[in-house]
C-alpha cells in the first residue's frame, strides 16, 4: 500500500462573489467565525476518484478569509483505493471484506502524511488515516447517514478521536461551478443535441444511476410503465461509475446493453459538468433512487437548476408521478422554484463554509484541552 497526498488546483473565489446568493446576516456570521482562525493551517482531504462537487470552493473561501487552505487527495495504489470504496460502502451498511492485516497497513502507511497542519478535514472516511496526522481532524460523510447497522464504525472510531462530527453541516452545491451556472434554454439545447437527445421531446433524467447504491433497473421500469401513457418521453441515464467500484461498473453495461436496444433511453458516461448543467436544465423531471443513503448533492443540483426531483418509490408509483409532472408543467414549475429557493435557503457552499469553520474551531479547541 503506497499512498501519497496529490495538491488539487482551487478556483479563484471571494466571499464576496456570492452576494446575490447569500443574505447579509450570513455572510457576517462567516466572517466573525473565520476571524479567529486566520493563519490556521488547514488541508481539505478528499478521496481519488471521488466527485469533487463544491469542495474545491471551500478553501477557496477560507483563503479569502485569511486561513491558509489548502485540497489535497489521497492517492496510491489499487489495493488503497480499493480499502477507501470499502470503507464508505461499509458505513453506507454494505458488505465489507477489510482484514485486520489490510486496516493496519492502512493506518500506518496514511498516519504520517500530513504533518505541520493545525487541522484536517476529511470530506469522507477514505481520508481519515491521514487527517489523524494533523493536530486536529473533522470528518464530514458525503451521505445522508451512515447506516446504524453498520460495522465500519468499530474500525473507524479509534481513529477519530477528538474529532469534531459537524452532523448538521448541509451537503451543498456552488452555484459558480460550472455545472451550476445558468444556461441559456438555447444553449442547453445545443449541448443535449450534441448529446444525441431529441430537445423536440419531454426528457426524465437519472444522475449518478451508475452507482452501486443506485437503481437504474427500477427507473427503467418505471419508465416502460410512463411510456405507455407518454409515448414521447426519453430516458436519459448519466454518469459515471466510481474508481474501483465494480458494481458501478457491472451496472454501466447492463444498462448500456438494454439502451442500445431503445432509441427512447440513452446512457451517457464522460460528460463535463457543462452538459450535466444543460441536462438538469431541460429535463422535465429529475429521479433520484438510492438503496440506501445516498449523496445528496446530485438531487440538490437538479433542484438549482429548477428542475422537480422525485425519489423513486415502487415502478407504478415513479410512472405515476412522471406522467403527472410531464402532462403538469405549471406543477413542474413551481415544484422546481420550490427546491431552488430551498438550495438557497440551506445549501449553498456558504452553508457548508460556516459550518466547517464551527467545527475546525471546535476540533481545535477539543485538540487544546486535550494537551
Known sequence: MRPYLQPLPLPRRTLDDYAEYTAEAQVERIRAAAEPLRGLCVAHLTAAGSRLGP???LPALERDLGLEAELLALAGDRPL????????????????????????????????????YDVAVSHGPGPLGAAAGAGA?????????????????ELVRPLIGTVSLPSDSPEAIDPLAPGCLELAVREAGTLLRSLGIDTNRPCCCQLRPFDGWQDPHGVLDAFALAKEELPPLQLVLAGDPDAGEAEGWRLLREVTDYARESEDVLALTGLGELELGALRRLARVAIDSPLGP???TSRLEALWAGTPVISAGTPEETAAEL??????????????????????ERHLV????????????AARTANFQAE
Open 81 to 116: 483505493l480499493g480499502l477507501v470504496h470499502q470503507l464508505e460502502d461499509g458505513l453506507r451498511g454494505g458488505e465489507t471484506a477489510i482484514s485486520e492485516e489490510a486496516w493496519s497497513a492502512y493506518v500506518e502507511a496514511t498516519g504520517t502524511l500530513l504533518r505541520g
Open 137 to 153: 481532524s473533522v470528518l464530514r460523510l458525503p451521505i445522508d447517514a451512515p447506516s446504524p447497522e453498520a460495522t465500519m464504525w
Open 350 to 361: 456558504t452553508h457548508l463554509l460556516e459550518g466547517d469553520l464551527s467545527a475546525i474551531a
Open 55 to 57: 469542495l474545491p470552493a
Open 323 to 344: 406522467v403527472e409532472l410531464v402532462r403538469d408543467p405549471g406543477l413542474a414549475i413551481e415544484l422546481g422554484e420550490a427546491g431552488r429557493e430551498l438550495v438557497r
Open 294 to 296: 445516498s449523496r445528496p
